[in-house]
Nanobody, 115 residues
């Protein structure tokens, strides 16, 4: 069983920045894909950005140019750098890891963009 530990959420003003990080507990090798999803109140969970082992990146159009996903393979840690945040970015952000044919999710971290 894989458990994911997320950090970095919080309250930020519009135009501000936050960085989320996520790492699995324990030693896991050959993770296929790591990334981030989010879910706003009353909406379905949606993809934000993912990064595959071969370097392929998928980023949602709504955050393109503002958010960057990166990974420290040695530490099995995935990051989401969020710049120029907007109120519509407010959501619970979930880390997701694909490993050995299964998907694992973090507990979620709240990001609130408000003045």
């Amino acid at each position: 069983q894989v458990q994911l530990v997320e950090s970095g959420g919080g309250l930020v003003q519009p135009g501000g920045s936050l960085r989320l990080s996520c790492a699995p507990t324990g030693r896991i090798i050959s993770i296929n894909r790591m990334g981030w999803y989010r879910q706003a109140p009353g909406k379905q969970r949606e993809l934000v950005a993912t990064l595959a082992n071969d370097g392929r990146t998928v980023i949602a159009d709504s955050v393109q140019g503002r958010f960057t996903v990166s990974r420290n393979s040695a530490r099995n840690t995935v990051y989401l750098q969020m710049n120029s945040l907007k109120p519509e970015d407010t959501a619970v952000y979930y880390c997701q890891v694909s490993w050995r044919g299964a998907d694992y999710w973090g507990q979620g971290t709240q990001v609130t963009v408000s003045s």
